[in-house]
């Protein structure tokens, strides 16, 4: 399903052709380096600009002989370069190859991903705008509290968006680091230089300290943001599965002409895409953990990490960028109901406000202990008979005594002050 769906710059990013050709940017770099340092000739550099190549099939041949990617790959461009191929490579360990690759990688789709949050960003904005007066009932516990507005809870999931951006862009920053430092981190056949112009040139920071590998906890932090904003695209989701149920029903996803819910049911309207992003949180969450585990090794380096990263990072980058694009589209098309929330908040018969009953009493001299047992006393009618609050309230001698008719009306027809709160919220998230 993901496969049929992504979008081709991101699954390019973890082909073999461009892997092979980071690889190859890298060890011309750093005979450029090199070159500067007088170490390899100008000529021989040269040739290695000219001629160095690759071909994915025949790597994958040789590698079937020599089990070790990176041998496999310099032998193969060596039979383009020609003598010259023997200062490729010089000093350096696999490794240096390999996770200055996977920085490069791994910051070409987080800037993918980037981008996905951002266009995610501004439909919620849109939406949240649309709904913002839109009364609907907030629930505590899957059950009726007090009235907000549809607009509000977009907004959440707006500000939320707002604080993965920022933690994306810090985990961008965070694995965008290589290392060319040899074979336990010593630079001890190279000059530092070479990895301050290999980083440089890739747009890359160079790991100040580093064993034969980059530290692996700059990996878990980049999964374990992308878990994260895979659990807030979760979290959307989740919640217009509730609203999506046959006996809420305050909004659905768009159902398109042609589109069919049940093999059996053909009444049917699934929240397929609400279920699917749910779903694919959870692939995040354990990447995320695989990635966690991957930060201990033996002494210098072990491979340990080398399988799992090799499945967990395309999978995991590709996976939200699919949920990017469903959620975003699953937002901007979203099917609200207004009047289905207003129906919704009179089915308990306006229990809503039955904090604002209690606020009122004790405005009317009264302790709270006592508002509250005369509030709760009425409350508990009302879910008994099925009556309206406002009408079990005025038939209560005891609270009426304290609350004349034209103030207890209030308590239910006035949402002024609801929108006042909103318009103030909506002003300090800058919606």
Same mark, same amino acid.
């Given at each position: 399903?993901?496969?049929?769906?992504?979008?081709?710059?991101?699954?390019?990013?973890?082909?073999?052709?461009?892997?092979?050709?980071?690889?190859?940017?890298?060890?011309?770099?750093?005979?450029?380096?090199?070159?500067?340092?007088?170490?390899?000739?100008?000529?021989?550099?040269?040739?290695?600009?000219?001629?160095?190549?690759?071909?994915?099939?025949?790597?994958?041949?040789?590698?079937?002989?020599?089990?070790?990617?990176?041998?496999?790959?310099?032998?193969?461009?060596?039979?383009?370069?020609?003598?010259?191929?023997?200062?490729?490579?010089?000093?350096?360990?696999?490794?240096?190859?390999?996770?200055?690759?996977?920085?490069?990688?791994?910051?070409?789709?987080?800037?993918?991903?980037?981008?996905?949050?951002?266009?995610?960003?501004?439909?919620?904005?849109?939406?949240?705008?649309?709904?913002? =007066?839109?009364?609907?009932?907030?629930?505590? $516990?899957?059950?009726?509290?007090?009235?907000?507005?549809?607009?509000?809870?977009?907004?959440l999931w707006h500000e939320e968006c707002k604080r993965n951006i920022t933690r994306l862009k810090q985990a961008n920053y965070v694995i965008a680091a290589g290392k060319i430092s040899g074979a336990v981190g010593?630079?001890? $056949?190279?000059?530092?230089?070479?990895?301050?112009?290999?980083?440089?040139?890739?747009?890359?920071?160079?790991?100040?300290?580093?064993?034969?590998?980059?530290?692996?906890?700059? =990996?878990?932090?980049?999964?374990?943001?992308?878990?994260?904003?895979?659990?807030?695209?979760?979290?959307?989701?989740?919640?217009?599965?509730?609203?999506?149920?046959?006996?809420?029903?305050?909004?659905?996803?768009?159902?398109?002409?042609?589109?069919?819910?049940?093999?059996?049911?053909? =009444?049917?309207?699934?929240?397929?895409?609400?279920?699917?992003?749910?779903?694919?949180?959870?692939?995040?969450?354990?990447?995320?953990?695989?990635?966690?585990?991957n930060n201990a090794l033996w002494h210098e380096r072990d491979i340990s990490h080398s399988s799992v990263e090799r499945v967990i990072c395309p999978d995991s980058t590709i996976t939200l960028d699919y949920m990017l694009h469903l959620a975003a589209n699953l937002i901007d098309n979203l099917l609200v109901y207004p009047q289905a929330m207003q129906a919704?908040?009179?089915?308990?018969?306006?229990?809503?406000?039955?904090?604002?009953?209690?606020?009122?009493?004790?405005?009317?001299?009264?302790?709270?202990?006592?508002?509250?047992?005369?509030?709760?006393?009425?409350?508990?009618?009302?879910?008994?008979?099925?009556?309206?609050?406002?009408?079990?309230?005025?038939?209560?001698?005891?609270?009426?005594?304290?609350?004349?008719?034209?103030?207890?009306?209030?308590?239910?027809?006035?949402?002024?002050?609801?929108?006042?709160?909103?318009?103030?919220?909506?002003?300090?998230?800058?919606?």
């Amino acid at each position: 399903m993901i496969a049929r769906y992504t979008r081709p710059e991101i699954g390019a990013i973890w082909s073999d052709e461009n892997r092979f050709r980071i690889w190859l940017d890298i060890e011309i770099l750093a005979c450029e380096a090199q070159m500067q340092l007088g170490i390899i000739p100008p000529e021989a550099v040269e040739e290695i600009r000219s001629k160095a190549n690759f071909d994915t099939m025949r790597i994958l041949e040789i590698e079937e002989t020599v089990k070790h990617d990176v041998i496999a790959f310099l032998t193969n461009v060596a039979e383009y370069v020609g003598p010259s191929s023997r200062f490729i490579h010089l000093g350096m360990t696999s490794s240096d190859v390999l996770d200055t690759c996977l920085a490069v990688q791994l910051k070409q789709a987080g800037e993918l991903l980037l981008a996905g949050l951002e266009r995610l960003q501004t439909i919620l904005a849109r939406r949240a705008n649309e709904f913002k =007066h839109t009364v609907c009932v907030g629930r505590t $516990h899957g059950i009726h509290a007090e009235a907000t507005t549809f607009g509000l809870k977009i907004a959440l999931w707006h500000e939320e968006c707002k604080r993965n951006i920022t933690r994306l862009k810090q985990a961008n920053y965070v694995i965008a680091a290589g290392k060319i430092s040899g074979a336990v981190g010593t630079f001890e $056949h190279l000059s530092p230089f070479v990895e301050q112009y290999v980083c440089g040139r890739l747009a890359l920071t160079a790991e100040p300290v580093s064993t034969q590998v980059t530290q692996r906890d700059r =990996h878990a932090e980049f999964l374990s943001t992308l878990a994260i904003i895979g659990s807030s695209l979760e979290k959307i989701a989740l919640e217009i599965r509730h609203l999506q149920r046959s006996e809420v029903l305050e909004a659905e996803e768009f159902f398109s002409k042609g589109q069919k819910g049940s093999s059996a049911m053909p =009444h049917k309207r699934n929240p397929i895409v609400s279920e699917r992003i749910c779903g694919l949180a959870r692939l995040l969450r354990a990447n995320a953990s695989a990635a966690l585990e991957n930060n201990a090794l033996w002494h210098e380096r072990d491979i340990s990490h080398s399988s799992v990263e090799r499945v967990i990072c395309p999978d995991s980058t590709i996976t939200l960028d699919y949920m990017l694009h469903l959620a975003a589209n699953l937002i901007d098309n979203l099917l609200v109901y207004p009047q289905a929330m207003q129906a919704n908040i009179e089915r308990t018969f306006g229990l809503v406000y039955s904090g604002t009953v209690l606020l009122e009493l004790v405005g009317c001299g009264i302790t709270r202990e006592e508002a509250y047992a005369l509030t709760q006393r009425s409350a508990m009618k009302t879910w008994a008979e099925k009556r309206p609050l406002r009408e079990v309230l005025r038939e209560d001698t005891e609270v009426m005594s304290l609350l004349d008719g034209e103030r207890l009306d209030n308590i239910f027809y006035s949402s002024t002050r609801l929108f006042e709160r909103v318009n103030y919220i909506f002003d300090r998230c800058g919606l």
